[in-house]
C-alpha cells in the first residue's frame, strides 16, 4: 500500500486526521529532510527514509518498490498534489502497471494557511503561479504571470525566489505593476505555521520594504482589483476580498 501524504505548512496541529492515520498504520517513511523533521514522534519506530530536494523521481520509484511488499507513506508539505509528489509518483505508477493502492490524503496548501494568517484574502476566485523555474520554462511563466495579473483576480506565488532564481520575484512584481495599481494590497507570509512564522502587509508600490522577507519559505498574495487592506483595531492588519455580500444586503 502507498500514502501519498500531504502534511500541511509545518505544526501537527495542521495535520488531518486521515494523515496522521495513514503515518501510523505505515511500516516506511519517505520524503524531504525538512518535512520529516516536522513530524517529530508520529514517526517514531519506523523506517524513515530521508532524501533531499531534486531527487524527486528516484524518491518516487523507491517508494513504489518499498510498497509492493510494505505500508508506505511518501510524504510532501502542504498539499501533496500542489507542486508536490503526487503527480510524479502516479506518473511512475501508471508506467509500472502494477495497481497497487494507493490513497493521495490532501493537506493544508501555503495558499490557504498564507491566505488564514492574512485574513480573507482568497474569498472569490484566484490563481496560483510558482516562480520556480526549474521543471517550467521561464517564458512560460512569464506568459502565465501576465495573463494571470490581467484577469483582476488575488494572485498566490509559491516558490518566490531561492539563491538559484533571485531576480523571478523582481519580474513578477514588474508584471502585477503594469495590471493593478501601487496601492494595492501585497501578503507576504514566511513559515507560516512553523517556527520562524512572519506576516507582513504592504502595498504593491512598497514591495521593496518586503523584499528581505521573501524567499523560498514564503508564499505572497497579491490581491486582486477588489481587494483591500482589513484592520480590526489598531494593531491586527491584513487583506480581504469581499465576496460580494454588500451588493445584495445592508450590514
Ligand atoms: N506542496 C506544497 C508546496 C511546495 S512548493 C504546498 O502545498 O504547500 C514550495 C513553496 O511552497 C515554498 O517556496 C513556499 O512558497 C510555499 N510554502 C510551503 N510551505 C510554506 C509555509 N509553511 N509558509 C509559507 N510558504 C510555504
Redesign the pocket.
Known amino acids: 500500500m502507498l500514502y501519498v501524504v500531504?502534511i500541511g505548512?509545518?505544526s501537527p496541529e495542521q495535520l488531518t486526521r486521515r494523515a496522521r492515520e495513514a503515518l501510523l498504520q505505515s511500516d516506511v517513511i519517505i520524503g524531504n529532510d525538512s518535512y520529516l523533521a516536522q513530524l517529530g514522534p508520529l514517526i517514531e519506530g519506523k523506517e524513515v527514509i530521508r532524501s533531499s530536494m531534486g531527487q524527486e523521481v528516484k524518491r518516487a520509484k523507491r517508494s513504489i518498490e518499498l510498497s509492493k511488499t510494505r505500508v508506505v507513506s511518501m510524504v510532501?508539505?502542504?498539499?501533496?498534489g500542489?507542486?508536490?509528489m503526487a503527480s510524479i509518483v502516479l506518473e511512475v505508477l501508471e508506467h509500472e502497471g502494477t495497481g497497487i493502492p494507493v490513497e493521495v490524503i490532501p493537506?493544508v496548501?501555503?495558499?490557504n494557511?498564507?491566505a488564514s494568517l492574512l485574513g480573507s484574502p482568497l474569498s472569490g476566485d484566484f490563481a496560483a503561479i510558482?516562480l520556480?523555474d526549474l521543471l517550467t520554462p521561464i517564458e512560460v511563466i512569464e506568459r502565465r504571470l501576465h495573463a494571470a495579473f490581467s484577469m483582476g483576480i488575488p494572485i498566490v506565488?509559491?516558490?518566490?525566489k531561492?539563491r538559484g532564481r533571485p531576480h523571478n520575484f523582481a519580474l513578477a512584481m514588474e508584471i502585477a505593476g503594469k495590471y493593478r495599481g501601487s496601492g494595492t494590497p501585497v501578503g507576504i507570509?514566511?513559515?507560516?505555521?512553523?517556527e520562524g512564522e512572519e506576516v507582513m502587509v504592504v502595498t504593491l508600490g512598497e514591495i521593496a520594504l518586503a523584499d528581505r522577507m521573501v524567499d523560498?519559505?514564503?508564499?505572497v498574495i497579491v490581491g486582486g482589483e477588489e481587494s483591500r487592506i482589513w484592520r480590526n483595531g489598531q494593531h491586527a492588519k491584513g487583506i480581504i476580498t469581499p465576496r460580494g455580500y454588500h451588493r445584495k444586503y445592508l450590514y
Open positions: 500531504g505548512p509545518g510532501s508539505g502542504g498539499d501533496a500542489v507542486y508536490g493537506g496548501t501555503a495558499a494557511a498564507a510558482s520556480s506565488l509559491y516558490n518566490p531561492s507570509v514566511k513559515n507560516a505555521y512553523r523560498m519559505h514564503t508564499t
